[in-house]
Nanobody, 117 residues
Framework: QVQLVESGGVLVQPGGSLRLSCAAS????????MGWYRQAPGKERELVAT?????NYAGSVEGRFTISRDNIKNTVSLEMNNLKPEDTAIYYC?????????????WGQGTQVTVSS
């Protein structure tokens, strides 16, 4: 089993920058893809960025956000630049493990990012 803990979410002004971090622990041998999702009030959870064999970004954040993965520290980070009010959401760390062909999804508790002046 994998445990994920996010940190770094705060109130930030439009145009500002913020860095989110996620620390993974537990059974990491089968860890495949790690990424970030977000959920705004009244909306469904959506993909922000993922890191695995390749790196993928949602169109709304590409060019502004950067996902980084450190396999030594077992962390994944999200560097967010030029933040907009529409980026306001709870951001969740996600991990997918593959052990003997069994795929499992893991989620962190979420961290609140609020972009407002």
């Amino acid at each position: 089993q994998v445990q994920l803990v996010e940190s770094g979410g705060v109130l930030v002004q439009p145009g500002g920058s913020l860095r989110l971090s996620c620390a993974a622990s537990g059974n990491l041998l089968g860890l495949a893809v790690m990424g970030w999702y977000r959920q705004a009030p009244g909306k469904e959870r959506e993909l922000v960025a993922t890191s695995g064999k390749s790196t993928n970004y949602a169109g709304s954040v590409e060019g502004r956000f950067t996902i980084s993965r450190d396999n030594i520290k077992n962390t994944v980070s999200l560097e967010m630049n030029n933040l907009k009010p529409e980026d306001t959401a709870i951001y969740y760390c996600n991990a997918v493990s593959n052990i003997v062909g069994v795929l499992r999804n893991y989620w962190g508790q979420g961290t609140q990012v609020t972009v407002s002046s």
